[in-house]
């Protein structure tokens, strides 16, 4: 888990360090002095505990950067003025925590915060990023049958759809990962889907095709049978 606490004051940060060793011993916190420390170092961290208050770039300032690098940060902010917290919410902050710091509020928010952290990391897992002519989203890997090459884009085939997107074969393989396999260069299936195969292709459940490099066929059965074996979801 990488944490990063962010204050000018070195009391606080030390305070905040030995709470987190506290509730997760292991883990060695990155202590930053400022904003501008924080972004130079060009990490990207899980939990990030966040003056607001600060020389140079405030917390506020800092934290948009740090949105901009990665959405999924969970921002706890530090302050000792109740009114910043409204700004906190421009930034999507996740909590905040007064000065001074009580170890009972802290353990409390540090706790929602994992959780928060986990739920995120498992979606992330079971989803795959999608971009379009129109519009980037998530889509649920589990909804996505088979994907199929055109060239400089990809067809993702759904239960309900299929979308054209901005993507690679090679990407899209890496971010799906277990529980679909590259049948062929300009194919990737869910082994969810299998209903069967034979040395050509493969037959979805909903009774279309994949087609099946041949050279692929040994390597393909080894594969789905692990695959029933171990009970993978289509999401790994």
């Given at each position: 888990?990488?944490?990063?606490?962010?204050?000018?004051?070195?009391?606080?940060?030390?305070?905040?360090?030995?709470?987190?060793?506290?509730?997760?011993?292991?883990?060695?916190?990155?202590l930053y002095e400022t904003g501008d420390g924080l972004l130079a170092a060009g990490k990207q961290?899980?939990?990030?505990?966040?003056?607001?208050?600060?020389?140079?770039?405030?917390g506020i300032e800092t934290a948009r950067k740090l949105r901009e690098r990665d959405e999924d940060?969970?921002?706890?902010?530090?302050?000792?003025?109740?009114?910043?917290?409204?700004?906190?919410?421009?930034?999507?902050?996740?909590?905040?925590?007064?000065?001074?710091?009580?170890?009972?509020?802290?353990?409390?928010?540090?706790?929602?915060?994992?959780?928060?952290?986990?739920?995120?990391?498992?979606?992330?897992?079971?989803?795959?990023?999608?971009?379009?002519?129109?519009?980037?989203?998530?889509?649920?890997?589990?909804?996505?049958?088979?994907?199929?090459?055109?060239?400089?884009?990809?067809?993702?085939?759904?239960?309900?759809?299929?979308?054209?997107?901005?993507?690679?074969?090679?990407?899209?393989?890496?971010?799906?990962?277990?529980?679909?396999?590259?049948?062929?260069?300009?194919?990737?299936?869910?082994?969810?889907?299998?209903?069967?195969?034979?040395?050509?292709?493969?037959?979805?459940?909903?009774?279309?095709?994949?087609?099946?490099?041949?050279?692929?066929?040994?390597?393909?059965?080894?594969?789905?049978?692990?695959?029933?074996?171990?009970?993978?979801n289509a999401d790994g």
């Open positions: 888990m990488n944490i990063a606490v962010c204050d000018d004051e070195q009391a606080i940060r030390e305070q905040i360090n030995e709470l987190i060793v506290k509730e997760k011993p292991g883990v060695c916190p990155e961290f899980g939990i990030v505990f966040l003056d607001i208050q600060m020389e140079g770039t405030d940060t969970i921002l706890i902010f530090i302050t000792g003025i109740r009114e910043y917290v409204f700004e906190a919410f421009d930034v999507a902050a996740f909590h905040y925590l007064l000065k001074p710091v009580e170890e009972d509020k802290f353990r409390e928010v540090f706790r929602r915060a994992e959780r928060e952290l986990e739920k995120r990391k498992k979606q992330q897992r079971e989803t795959v990023f999608v971009k379009t002519r129109n519009r980037s989203f998530t889509l649920e890997k589990d909804s996505i049958l088979y994907v199929e090459s055109r060239g400089k884009k990809v067809e993702i085939h759904t239960q309900g759809e299929t979308i054209e997107a901005y993507a690679s074969m090679n990407e899209m393989e890496a971010q799906l990962g277990e529980g679909f396999y590259r049948c062929h260069r300009g194919y990737l299936v869910n082994m969810a889907y299998v209903a069967e195969y034979d040395n050509e292709s493969i037959v979805l459940n909903n009774w279309e095709y994949v087609y099946l490099a041949k050279e692929k066929y040994g390597e393909f059965v080894k594969a789905y049978m692990r695959y029933l074996r171990n009970g993978v």
